[in-house]
């Protein structure tokens, strides 16, 4: 188990760094990777890298595949958001930020919500355990 964990964590911090570059300076990352420069597009690309890389690490932390999920999508898509504004005379519609961080927030609320549920039932899974011993 343990190569597994370690190989994830090398795969999640390769995916970062990449995305982080290439989110932050994707000119000198398409220059590098030999790619035409459409900054925008360049944007989404390592917004997505980084959501995949913390998926990948919140998987190794979080047991509920819907939370880990819904945290990736929530990171990822709200980056997503802010290349939108960030790149808004690129191309694209006024409305895109709205529409895209609609699902950023829908994505948060059900986070809670998945996290609230998963509270309360190892709250009440410790409860039937400390009952089960008296």
Do not use: K, Y
């Not at 994830?8 to 300076?25: E, F, L, Q, R």
């Amino acid at each position: 188990m343990r190569f597994v964990q370690v190989a994830t964590v090398i795969a999640a911090s390769m995916m970062i760094i990449i995305g982080a570059w290439c989110w932050g300076d994707p000119e000198s990352f398409a220059e590098f990777a030999n790619w035409p420069n459409h900054t925008h597009f360049l944007h989404d690309s390592g917004a997505f890298q980084i959501g995949i890389g913390l998926t990948m690490l919140a998987a190794l932390r979080w047991r509920d595949v819907l939370a880990v999920v819904l945290g990736g999508f929530l990171f990822a898509n709200t980056l997503h958001v802010v290349n939108h504004i960030m790149d808004r005379n690129a191309g694209g519609t006024a409305t895109d930020p709205l529409i895209l961080g609609s699902f950023s927030v829908l994505a948060l609320a059900a986070l809670v919500i998945r996290l609230r549920q998963l509270r309360i039932t190892r709250t009440e899974a410790d409860e039937t355990t400390v009952e089960a011993r008296r």
